[in-house]
């Protein structure tokens, strides 16, 4: 069985602070990973996905096969980064499904 | 390009009422399917869909309805509303396959049962 845990409802930090929101996974076979992010009255959108190992909007994640972690990070974090940040696995790219975690509230404060 | 469009945006039932929530995606994506938002549960697998004519359960199918009759088209039916159904409803499209990896959501449907 896959599951997703984000250990973390609510996050606060101050505008210029770093940031890190935490993901574990289980999974035996080798996932997909995602961040997933909601902005106030937006739909959720696709922010990271572990196999394009890029930057977006200063965020980071590297997945961690040996302690099952793909935790998200920013060096400095801005009050427009205050959003739902969701999670997500994959088991296989032929297969639709998404695993979500139960998503970290993140605020900035100016 | 619109993606994937839900409606209506906002919906307030009686108890017992029944109601279609509308999705449609123009990206040809194979893989459709419905989540519940629920403050502290995230996002729950309602049902889903791998093509037209297929459809299966997600984590919290009881009281709801699918069905794919074409591509485009995911409608969520609820039989006789209960307000435990209050939520926030997303549909969600992928494409399947190498290299198609993101899920395109809807903008969401809040529906109030009471």
């Known amino acids: 069985a896959q599951r997703v845990t984000q250990p973390e409802k609510l996050l606060s930090v101050f505008k210029g602070a770093p940031v890190e929101l935490k993901c574990n996974y289980s999974y035996s076979g080798s996932p997909e990973l995602f961040w997933y992010v909601q902005y106030s009255r937006q739909r959720l959108q696709l922010l990271l996905r572990h196999i394009s190992r890029e930057s977006i909007k200063g965020f980071t994640a590297d997945l961690n096969k040996g302690e099952t972690s793909f935790h998200l990070k920013k060096p400095f974090a801005q009050e427009e980064d205050s959003a739902m940040y969701y999670c997500?696995?994959?088991?296989?790219?032929?297969?639709?499904?998404?695993?979500f975690g139960r998503g970290t509230q993140l605020t900035v404060w100016p | 390009n619109a993606g994937v469009t839900q409606t209506p945006k906002f919906q307030v039932l009686k108890t017992g009422q029944s109601m279609t929530l509308q999705c449609a995606q123009d990206m040809n994506h194979e893989y459709m399917s419905w989540y519940r938002q629920d403050p502290g549960m995230g996002l729950r697998l309602i049902h889903y869909?791998?093509?037209?004519?297929?459809?299966d359960q997600g984590e919290v199918p009881n009281g709801y309805n699918v069905s794919r009759s074409t591509t485009e088209d995911f409608p969520l039916r609820l039989l006789s509303a209960a307000p435990s159904q209050t939520s926030v409803y997303f549909c969600a499209s992928l494409g399947l396959g190498q290299g198609l990896t993101e899920a395109f959501f809807g903008q969401g449907t809040r529906l109030t049962v009471v």
């Open positions: 869909s791998v093509g037209a004519g297929i459809t």
């Open positions: 997500a696995l994959k088991r296989d790219s032929t297969l639709g499904r998404l695993y």
